[in-house]
């Protein structure tokens, strides 16, 4: 069901050129909040794949109504700008004037409009050569060339990803433009949002583009009709015996130190080192976390005894940690630890030659990494996959299988036996003709070797010649398949063999990513195997947004998106052998570098759960149980991924029921809320209370025992005066063990706690101007049936924006404590078994002490009185040294979350502005 859409043409009395046909409506949603989005100059969106974010930037460059420069990836994204300007855009004024003539694509001659690409702002930059265009820019200056042509705006397509030379001369530009430009509006848009990135690379990039304002997100456009319903799927295959051999000897050098240390007993000597460190040392451990951290595994795993002082400063695992960090920690800090245990390790790695300096050269990671994401395993992965979409697709299959190399050496195995060793083009075409030949017919294209099915030969010779090309060779490879050129290049080439695809002459085609990555288009597909390496998540975005647009000659379009990863090999005596050895398959599946990626890019992507129909992120929306359960056996979890992906009926009714088949039912919107969730430790919310208990058994068995004894008969006489006593003893007894209870909560925490932290983060962040929306809500629970006792807080309401700020301060609050700049602690701090309350005021919050003493108040009116300690001085690093030691947030807290759930707005829950209640110590 689609939603009523907004015409524009009455927008357009307020400037000359506008949008001449109609909406849609989430583009209309943004568009609303335009006098919010421009108030900082800069406006900054996120748009699924398909939901026209070109035609969004073309409105909001003609709402500034000022002269603009876009900036573009490629030469064909440049030209689909004045593309979409020339044919969705009008002027009010004089609608008969040509489009085009107030758009440019030089810089020698800016127009209205100015659209170049990255790299001819860097050859104006640089003052060089465009080799893209052949355009000279010795003679350009290009701030002035802009600068002269008034231009205020400046849109900024997929700005990010880009070459470090483009980077950097984009960056450069940008900010001589503000430094000689006040008035400068930015515009930033883009399907693929750097999330994979480093803290410091988000920072960069959100200073160059600024914060995300709003997000047009891919369910919205399942609902309104404009992508079809579509699901990710992982298939998880190892490496070959000739891979094993190569992985097993490139950490042979790696294992074999370790393996010396540990019997020589250096490794027990560190250990042992570890109990001396001062508080001071401990501290400047912790500077260098991920390393100390790696030390600790690295320790662990060999078997060496860990002070549990230590152990406690880590909250949670990290797999991905390589044990060369290690030692490099060890190298780094050699003052923390015995001489001769250093001494000997440093010679160890000299004799193995894997020192260079005081530093670890890489041992193998790098490369065992590499060669993981070129696995030739994926090869039999995509053939069993083809063969499962074959057999359940048959004629109406389009499938694309993206690769990175083109491996045309193989050419001469083409039809033969021989063994296919490398993953890339041919390998894999060859592969699917001898897998699925008999039932479905193969393409390969690249932009040097082409191979069409024999039968295509006719058809593709007359598209070519309707676009002014031709067929230039076409020699036998197989007795079935020919290799084939093309006059014209790509410009042929590309569109040719698209036209061929969707018309079914072939059904499936095997490019590259770098072809088929950006800019092309083909409705009909409806499978894509990622069996390429996937290097960018831009990329990756990219590629999936080609196969879930919709297909007007096919309504009830589906598609199945399909990531292979390969799982790291565990060869006895490594460390993963120590750690993971009774875990099953899952462990080592999840600690795997390639699968590590995956997980980080299902993070950006958004689709219906397998166990339920919520449409959320992450890579556990993949399976009916937790990741680590599910890959118990490797086999048996590709085999469930098999089993669902046939079944695309039940795809699209998880889609309907999730949009509950409309996009505002019962006028409700639908929108993506952000949840957090704290998985707590159930020894933590348990044994507390065991204190409470004894407590209060205690205070009965006293209160009986006054009435028992000799002495307390004498100094009551009567049932009722003992009565009175045994009454009163019991009544402060429990008045004492009430106030105990009320300790507890506050150190292990509740719902109703976790609702008043939520008030107070809200209003804190609006009175500091962070946020800016008086409409958010949320809502806190922990469902009973949960048996990993997570607190779910999901937050609705406001703008993307304002729930992504309060989602991250929420999540920094409730998660464990690492680096804060200040921690809050209760007023009078209570101690239970060592244990006791503290938080990390969120970075967003903790910048000035001004916004701390905000922050306290707004918890003290929730009757929550805390104390604030600033952690940048002495004794503060002690405190903050405690707190990951013995707080309740690093015992209980083990894990906080943050993803994203496309749902119905919430209504009957706590509203985070207007009169709310405190917090009494318990729910």
């Keep these: 069901m689609t939603t009523p859409d907004v015409n524009a043409s009455d927008l357009a009395d307020h400037h000359q050129w506008g949008f001449s046909g109609t909406f849609r409506s989430y583009q209309q949603r943004i568009l609303d909040r335009y006098e919010d989005l421009v108030a900082d100059q800069r406006i900054h969106i996120v748009a699924a794949p398909g939901s026209g974010k070109t035609i969004l930037g073309l409105e909001f460059i003609c709402r500034l109504d000022a002269p603009a420069l876009v900036l573009a990836p490629t030469i064909t994204i440049r030209d689909q700008w004045i593309d979409r300007f020339a044919t969705h855009f009008q002027n009010a004024a004089d609608p008969q004037a040509d489009p085009r003539a107030w758009c440019s694509t030089s810089l020698h001659h800016p127009a209205h409009i100015t659209v170049i690409t990255y790299q001819a702002l860097f050859s104006a930059y640089t003052r060089a050569l465009d080799e893209e265009t052949g355009e000279d820019f010795a003679d350009v200056d290009v701030l002035a060339a802009v600068t002269e042509r008034g231009i205020t705006t400046i849109c900024m397509d997929e700005a990010h990803h880009l070459r470090a030379q483009w980077h950097r001369a984009l960056t450069a530009f ?47 456009l399942v609902a309104t009709g404009d992508l079809c319903p579509h699901q990710d799927y992982v298939y998880v295959t190892e490496p070959n015996r000739q891979e094993r051999a190569e992985i097993a000897q490139l950490r042979e050098r790696g294992v074999g130190v370790i393996a010396s240390l540990t019997a020589s007993g250096s490794l027990r000597q560190i250990a042992a080192d570890l109990v001396r460190l001062t508080d001071t040392q401990v501290q400047e451990a912790l500077d260098d976390e991920d390393s100390f951290y790696a030390l600790i595994r690295l320790l662990t795993a060999t078997d060496q005894e860990v002070p549990r002082s230590i152990r406690a400063l880590f909250t949670q695992r990290r797999p991905e940690l390589a044990d060369e960090l290690g030692l490099q920690f060890i190298l780094d800090h050699s003052d923390m630890f015995t001489s001769s245990a250093v001494d000997e390790i440093r010679g160890e790695l000299v004799s193995a030659n894997l020192l260079d300096g005081n530093k670890i050269s890489v041992t193998g990671e790098l490369k065992v990494n590499r060669l993981l994401t070129q696995s030739a395993g994926k090869i039999r992965a995509v053939s069993d996959i083809a063969e499962e979409e074959v057999n359940g697709m048959g004629e109406r299959l389009r499938m694309v299988v993206l690769a990175d190399h083109v491996r045309r050496e193989y050419l001469t195995s083409l039809g033969r036996e021989d ?25 390969a294209l690249t932009g040097s070797v082409i191979v069409i099915p024999r039968a295509a030969l006719n058809e593709i010779t007359q598209y070519a010649a309707e676009l002014g090309g031709e067929v230039t060779q076409a020699k036998d490879v197989t007795d079935d398949y020919l290799q084939v050129a093309f006059s014209g290049g790509t410009r042929v080439s590309v569109p040719v063999m698209t036209k061929a695809f969707e018309e079914g002459l072939f059904t499936v085609l095997v490019g590259t990513a770098a072809l088929l990555g950006e800019g092309w288009d083909s409705p009909r597909a409806n499978a894509l195997i990622m069996a390429s390496s996937v290097r960018a998540f831009m990329l990756t975005n990219q590629m999936r947004g080609r196969v879930i647009r919709i297909d007007p000659l096919d309504p009830d379009k589906t598609a199945n998106i399909w990531h292979i990863a390969t799982c790291d090999v565990v060869e006895e005596g490594l460390i993963a052998d120590h750690l993971n050895r009774r875990a099953g398959e899952g462990a080592r599946v999840l600690a795997s570098h390639d699968v590590r990626s995956l997980m980080t890019r299902f993070e950006a992507f958004v689709a219906p759960r397998a166990d339920i129909p919520v449409i959320e992120n992450g890579f556990e929306r993949c399976f009916d149980k937790p990741p680590e359960e599910a890959y118990h056996r490797i086999a048996d979890a590709n085999e469930t991924m098999m089993n669902r992906a046939y079944r695309r009926d039940e795809m699209r009714a998880q889609w309907a029921a999730a949009l509950a088949d409309g996009n505002y039912p019962d006028s409700q919107p639908f929108e993506m809320q952000l949840k957090v969730e704290t998985e707590q430790d159930v020894s933590a919310g348990v044994f507390p209370y065991l204190d409470v208990i004894v407590f209060a058994v205690l ?48 150190i292990t925490g509740s719902e109703r706690r976790l609702r008043a932290e939520a008030i107070a983060v809200a209003r804190t962040l609006k009175e500091l101007g962070i946020i800016s929306s008086e409409t958010l809500a949320v809502e806190v629970d922990m469902p009973e049936y949960d048996p990993t006792r997570r607190t779910r807080l999901r937050l609705s309401g406001g703008t993307f924006s304002d729930r992504q700020q309060f989602a991250t301060a929420m999540r920094q609050l409730c998660g464990p404590i690492t680096n804060a700049r200040y921690l809050i602690t209760p007023a009078h701090r209570i101690k239970i078994r060592g244990i006791f309350f503290a938080q990390s005021v969120p970075d967003a919050i903790g910048l000035r002490r001004q916004s701390v003493d905000i922050f306290i108040s707004e918890l003290e009116k929730m009757k929550l009185p805390m104390q604030a300690i600033y952690t940048r001085n002495p004794e503060g690093r002690d405190f903050l040294l405690k707190a990951r030691r013995r707080s309740g947030s690093n015992i209980a807290a083990r894990i906080t979350r943050q993803s994203r759930r496309y749902a119905r707005q919430l209504s009957a829950v706590t509203k985070l502005f207007g009169e709310g209640g405190g917090f009494e110590g318990g729910d």
Aim: charged share 20%.
């Design 699 to 746: 205070v009965v068995l006293f209160s009986l025992g006054i009435g028992a004894t000799e002495a307390g008969t004498r100094l009551v006489s009567g049932p009722l005066a003992q009565t009175l006593v045994i009454a009163g003893t019991l009544l402060v007894g429990g008045l004492a063990t009430w106030m105990r209870m009320r300790s507890v909560a506050q």
């Design 419 to 443: 063994s296919i060793v490398h993953m890339g083009v041919i390998p894999l075409f060859e592969a699917l003709r001898r897998r699925v030949g008999h039932a479905a017919r193969i393409a």
């Design 174 to 220: 940008m900010e001589s433009m503000r430094a000689t430009c006040p008035e400068l509006t930015t515009i930033a848009l883009t399907a693929t949002p750097p999330y994979d990135s480093t803290p410091a690379q988000w920072e960069r990039y959100e200073e160059l583009c600024g914060p995300i304002d709003e997000e047009i997100f891919a369910p919205e």
